[in-house]
């Protein structure tokens, strides 16, 4: 009985699915059918379409599991200790002076390479 049930409510969320891409469809096709309509209405026509077939797609599974992975994920970010003015600032500075020296060295390192193979083939002076 239980595979029953979830066959239907699997029936049911494809239904939704269908029924929410032919809401975005139909918003889309009414934005370049009204072609001669204000832009302003016409986008927002755009959004509403957007809007609706996002409450229909969070009435099914998988949107609920989508709004509780996003719910989750900003309770996450929450709990990020961030890097004070102070810190970032060293930190950025510090990366900037290890580029400055790593250039050098390449450079350097090109310049000796460079000079090693034209003195192998006979082009340096």
Request: aromatic letters at 8%; a positive charge.
């Amino acid at each position: 009985m239980n595979s029953k049930t979830e066959t239907q409510q699997g029936s049911i969320d494809i239904f939704k699915f269908l029924v929410a891409l032919v809401v975005l469809t139909i918003s889309l096709v009414g934005f370049y059918y009204y072609s001669e309509a204000p832009k302003i209405v016409r986008v927002l026509g755009v959004l509403a379409g957007i809007i609706v077939s996002l409450v229909i797609v969070s009435q099914t599974l998988k949107g609920r599991q989508t709004i509780g992975f996003v719910r989750d994920a900003q309770v996450e970010v929450r709990k990020i200790v961030w890097p004070t003015r102070q810190e970032t600032s060293q930190t950025t500075l510090f990366v900037i002076i290890v580029v400055i020296i790593f250039a050098i060295l390449l450079w350097v390192l090109d310049l000796g390479l460079s000079s090693s193979i034209q003195g192998l083939i006979g082009r340096g002076a």
